[in-house]
């Protein structure tokens, strides 16, 4: 592909690619708006360097993708529903940190986030980097048979693990970074979604499933999906598949959480990390 009123550099070999030359706190041209949307469909992830962004202008930048929606859970920035802070404090040394384990963002709703724009206000000197896996690559690199297998599959998601009964976030040693995230009853809801899903903007196929958030396959116990679902993990994170971006303060990422999942590395216990997320609002996988 080639663009006109953006520069496009590759981060990783698979996904993800740098955008330079655009100011996220000022209006796109429409030119440089659907250039900038053509790159993240064609790279499920895109990147942006020392950005300028007050919460309105953050909005406003995430709308490029999609509609902001407030997500349940974790506390939001006041007066901004659309809006949560995710922070690593010094004294968070030891603990679990948001977004820690392979995911995609909300999986555990019957209509997960599409996408979602982190803007880093705060990145310690080194670490906290922030890992994409590419699931059209997992999916098309799958034997034939395989794929056919798991094109006929549904999958059991739910938030337990994060915001259920079962959440690292509450209590113990494992006590949440310093966040404000209310883990309730409601967690432990159960939703179904297709195992390969086929994306709604590139009519490309998949794979759908991510060890935070899918418990089973639908209609086989946990035991029985373990096997199966631990292989599918472990191919999906196959270097090939992965970059991985340094911040910098002023970085912004946005990924497509339809077509990927991420991880974000907890490498830098003394440090503050301090990142602003927008989440975006997705469809029913199909
Ligand atoms: O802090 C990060 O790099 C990513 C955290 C995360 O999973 C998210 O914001 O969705
Ligand atoms: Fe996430």
């Not at 709604?200 to 029985?224: I, W």
């Amino acid at each position: 592909m080639s663009y006109e009123t953006i520069e496009v550099i590759p981060v990783g070999g698979s996904i993800g690619v740098e955008i330079a030359g655009v100011n996220l706190a000022e209006p796109l041209s429409n030119r440089q708006a659907q250039e900038v949307h053509d790159a993240f469909l064609a790279n499920s992830v895109v990147f942006f360097r020392d950005q300028k962004l007050d919460p309105e202008q953050q909005m406003r930048a995430a709308r490029l993708f999609g509609e902001p929606v407030a997500i349940p859970f974790v506390k939001s920035l006041d007066g901004y529903p659309e809006i949560i802070d995710i922070v690593k404090e010094p004294e968070d040394a030891g603990k679990y940190n948001f977004g820690g384990n392979w995911h995609a963002d909300t999986t555990f709703l019957e209509t997960p986030s599409m996408g979602s724009l982190l803007y880093a206000l705060e990145v310690p000197p080194r670490g906290g980097d922030t890992l994409f896996a590419d699931m059209y690559a997992a999916y098309e690199t799958l034997s034939p048979g395989l794929r056919s297998l798991l094109d006929g599959l549904t999958a059991v998601h739910t938030g337990t693990r994060s915001y259920g009964s079962q959440s690292k976030f509450q209590g113990g040693k494992n006590a949440s970074v310093s966040m404000s995230i209310d883990a309730n009853d409601e967690g432990d809801r159960l939703v179904e979604h297709p195992v390969v899903r086929t994306h709604p903007e590139t009519g490309r196929k998949c794979l759908f499933v991510n060890p935070n958030y899918t418990l089973r396959f639908k209609d086989m116990t946990e035991a029985e999906s373990k096997p199966l679902l631990d292989f599918l993990y472990a191919h999906c994170i196959r270097d090939e598949f992965v970059c991985r971006f340094r911040w910098g303060p002023g970085s912004v990422a946005v990924w497509d959480n339809r077509c990927t999942m991420h991880r974000a590395v907890n490498d830098y216990d003394g440090h503050r990390r301090h990142v602003r997320r927008v989440t975006l609002q997705g469809d029913r996988p199909h």
